[in-house]
């Protein structure tokens, strides 16, 4: 990723920015779809009645609209904070009511009505002092055997935090154990067999490519979770 990112509010500079650095949040391709398949299998969500995913930081819907394509949902809901990117991506995507702009620590939706809470490299991007409110909605709004599927920029050992500081939003880079200490607070639990299967996926980024995601991005710190 470029080091001329500069935009600190996610309008469309920071969209901007993004996009010439290489990283389009209204690029949708195999990768979108496949991941969103990857996602879907480690989790389970064929098992669930009326599978219902949130994709929590959904930018522009990309993935969201990868969930769509797998026609595994009774419902999708991307959330993001950015109205612009929202409203860029509910006409390219035309995902209408199934994409808005608010924040994720008052989610208005029904306790327990979720089965997977999905989140892509966004939390590194929430304040610390935030981290416990948006965790409890996440636990409120999960079903009790719902699981959450969260990929972050953390420190892992013999790193240091300037390597994941290359964007000016990123506010909260913390080394893994602080992350798995706050997902434990908040009672959500490490679900070490999902873990497996998105080890093992047979789906990858790339078409006709040998290598699943989790052998591609090594520099991924990914949980999944359960709710008890």
């Given at each position: 990723?470029?080091?001329?990112?500069?935009?600190?509010t996610y309008d469309q500079a920071?969209?901007?920015?993004?996009?010439?650095?290489?990283?389009?949040?209204?690029?949708?391709?195999?990768?979108?779809?496949?991941?969103?398949?990857?996602?879907?299998?480690?989790?389970?969500?064929?098992?669930?009645?009326?599978?219902?995913?949130?994709?929590?930081?959904?930018?522009?819907?990309?993935?969201?609209?990868?969930?769509?394509?797998?026609?595994?949902?009774?419902?999708?809901?991307?959330?993001?904070?950015?109205?612009?990117?929202?409203?860029?991506?509910?006409?390219?995507?035309?995902?209408?009511?199934?994409?808005?702009?608010?924040?994720?620590?008052?989610?208005?939706?029904?306790?327990?009505?979720?089965?997977?809470?999905?989140?892509?490299?966004?939390?590194?991007?929430?304040?610390e002092r935030e981290i416990t409110?948006?965790?409890?909605?996440?636990?409120?709004?999960?079903?009790?055997?719902?699981?959450?599927?969260?990929?972050?920029?953390?420190?892992?050992?013999?790193?240091?935090?300037?390597?994941?500081?290359?964007?000016?939003?990123?506010?909260?880079?913390?080394?893994?154990?602080?992350?798995?200490?706050?997902?434990?607070?908040?009672?959500?639990?490490?679900?070490?067999?999902?873990?497996?299967?998105?080890?093992?996926?047979?789906?990858?980024?790339?078409?006709?490519?040998?290598?699943?995601?989790?052998?591609?991005?090594?520099?991924?710190?990914?949980?999944?979770?359960?709710?008890?």
């Amino acid at each position: 990723m470029s080091t001329d990112l500069t935009s600190l509010t996610y309008d469309q500079a920071y969209y901007e920015q993004h996009k010439a650095a290489g990283l389009d949040y209204l690029w949708h391709d195999f990768w979108q779809k496949s991941y969103a398949r990857m996602v879907s299998e480690a989790t389970l969500q064929a098992t669930y009645v009326k599978p219902f995913v949130v994709d929590f930081g959904c930018a522009c819907g990309s993935i969201l609209a990868g969930f769509r394509e797998t026609g595994l949902y009774e419902r999708i809901l991307g959330i993001d904070v950015s109205e612009f990117m929202v409203d860029l991506g509910r006409k390219h995507f035309a995902l209408g009511d199934s994409i808005c702009a608010g924040s994720c620590a008052e989610i208005r939706l029904p306790r327990e009505s979720v089965s997977l809470v999905h989140s892509m490299q966004v939390m590194e991007h929430i304040h610390e002092r935030e981290i416990t409110a948006i965790l409890a909605e996440f636990l409120r709004i999960l079903r009790p055997g719902g699981r959450a599927f969260l990929v972050l920029d953390a420190i892992k050992n013999g790193e240091s935090a300037e390597i994941y500081q290359y964007d000016p939003t990123h506010l909260n880079i913390q080394p893994t154990l602080y992350w798995s200490t706050m997902f434990e607070k908040a009672g959500l639990r490490a679900d070490f067999e999902s873990y497996d299967r998105y080890a093992r996926s047979r789906h990858g980024p790339f078409e006709g490519g040998a290598a699943n995601y989790f052998q591609t991005y090594p520099a991924w710190s990914t949980w999944i979770l359960i709710k008890p």
